[in-house]
């Protein structure tokens, strides 16, 4: 790596989190709770999506090259820290690794969740109601997307508190304070949407 | 405290030995006599007369590094019970025994318990972390520091290098090149000094380089540790800012110094 990097890849990695990784992931979240007013809302929100001008412009640098930065560097974040939670059980040390272990977990299931909808979609398989359906007849698969669902939340929760702190935004010892009761309350929301489109396939 | 009991109690000691800096660490067993207003230092002074262990096994001393023996140079700091720590403050009468006594492995240990802290004071030299006012000519006094904002900074300059919030940081390790909490809250104090904030573009744009500020992953355990109760957090998150503000700086900004 060239030398002098680390600053500029450290702040590009906290921005994509957020913007625009973040910011897909509650547009995916809300078009998922379409599915609990029936599979008619959730499919005619799918297809609209599918329809969108510039859909493989908008994956690839919207979606998919972030995700790509953000989990190749992320995982190399996650391995460079050597945790310490047992000399050092403080909350914000419990935070810490938990960002780094969620961050893992939700790129093993991202992956497998890429694969089973976004490649067998490209492959020619319809994306609808019927094919999550039928993912989540198996229970196994309702236990891991549970799992790899509130993993995902939690990252991102978590992670706009380290944003903010990281670009600077709160400074002080009481606004990271209130940043955390703020971003609880978004995991536990966000939870409430992500599981709940989860059980209305079931 | 029942007097007459002093006499019969003992303090057990497990300590981490290492004889040269790239020998295998062992433990040693010690057993002393309890004193009244015992502290780490004492009773390792105390082994260092009779370097017995409980095993009867004639060992050599106990290598451990101290000086001002008031927790204010920071040179007795080593891992006790787990937490790192200054031992001459670390009393036996507050301790759980057997007491453990380990090296900061974070540092190069170079015998016993005495580790090298030379890395937090190349960084120190690297981030400047002092204000330049020696010159050819005399440059007379320089702008005042309103007296809120020097009782501010004083917080800050009680920092004594110890080592404990490098020890205590989960990103200061053999990994990585983090240079850890201590100099960075120093960059923070002397670019807040009048005469100092005169090189403070230069001070932000060291830690922007490799191995410094943006390697924090706001485990805020350094905060926790630190035992002058140094906000060495919000002096990370102020510098944040700083450098956001610094770094639009660089590439927008003009090229002006």
């Not at chain 2, 906000?231 to 002006?256: C, K, W």
Request: charged share 15%; hydrophobic share 45%.
């Amino acid at each position: 790596m060239a030398k002098n990097r680390e600053f500029g890849n450290r702040r590009l990695h906290s921005l994509l989190g957020v913007i625009p990784i973040g910011l897909f992931l509650l547009e995916h979240l809300v078009t998922n709770y379409m599915a609990t007013k029936g599979p008619e809302s959730f499919n005619s929100a799918a297809h609209f999506l599918e329809s969108i001008p510039f859909r493989y412009f908008l994956e690839i640098f919207i979606i998919f090259l972030p995700l790509i930065y953000h989990a190749v560097y992320g995982i190399y974040i996650a391995f460079t820290a050597k945790n310490n939670l047992g000399r050092f059980g403080f909350f914000r040390n419990w935070m810490f690794f938990l960002q780094r272990l969620s961050g893992i977990i939700t790129l093993i299931f991202l992956v497998w969740h890429v694969w089973s909808t976004r490649i067998q979609a490209a492959l020619g398989t319809e994306v609808d109601f019927d094919m999550m359906a039928e993912i989540f007849s198996n229970p196994f698969m309702i236990a891991f997307y549970l799992v790899g669902v509130i993993s995902t939340i939690f990252h991102f929760s978590n992670g706009l508190w380290s944003f903010a702190v990281s670009w600077g935004l709160t400074v002080s010892p009481k606004s990271q304070k209130i940043m955390t009761y703020v971003t609880l309350i978004v995991f536990v929301l966000l939870s409430y949407v992500g599981v709940s489109a989860i059980f209305a396939f079931v | 405290m029942v007097e007459t009991k002093s006499e019969t109690k003992t303090v057990r000691f497990i300590i981490t030995r290492q004889d040269t800096p790239d020998s295998a660490p062992y433990d040693e067993e010690f057993e002393l006599a309890y004193r009244p207003n015992m502290n780490v230092i004492s009773a390792l002074m105390e082994i260092r007369r009779n370097p017995v262990t409980v095993q009867g096994k004639h060992t050599t001393a106990i290598a451990w590094d101290m000086n001002c023996l008031e927790e204010v140079c920071g040179a007795c700091s080593m891992v006790i019970n787990g937490k790192p720590r200054q031992s001459c403050t670390a009393l036996i009468d507050q301790l759980e025994q057997p007491v453990r006594l380990a090296p900061m492995r974070t540092f190069p240990v170079v015998r016993d318990l005495q580790v090298d802290r030379s890395r937090m004071f190349d960084s120190l030299k690297k981030v400047k972390a002092w204000i330049p006012i020696d010159g050819t000519y005399n440059l007379g006094p320089g702008p005042r520091m309103p007296e809120k904002k020097r009782q501010w900074a004083y917080e800050l300059s009680k920092c004594m290098t110890c080592g404990v919030c490098l020890e205590a940081c989960p990103n200061v390790n053999s990994n990585s090149d983090f240079m850890g909490p201590q100099p960075l809250s120093q960059v923070r104090l002397f670019n807040a000094h009048p005469t100092g904030a005169m090189n403070k573009a230069e001070r932000l744009n060291t830690i922007m380089s490799d191995g410094g500020l943006a390697n924090c992953g706001n485990s805020q355990n350094c905060v926790q540790s630190c035992p002058k109760g140094i906000p060495l957090t919000t002096s990370i998150a102020a510098l944040n800012r700083d450098t956001t503000i610094q770094q639009f700086r660089n590439f927008f900004g003009s090229d002006e110094v």
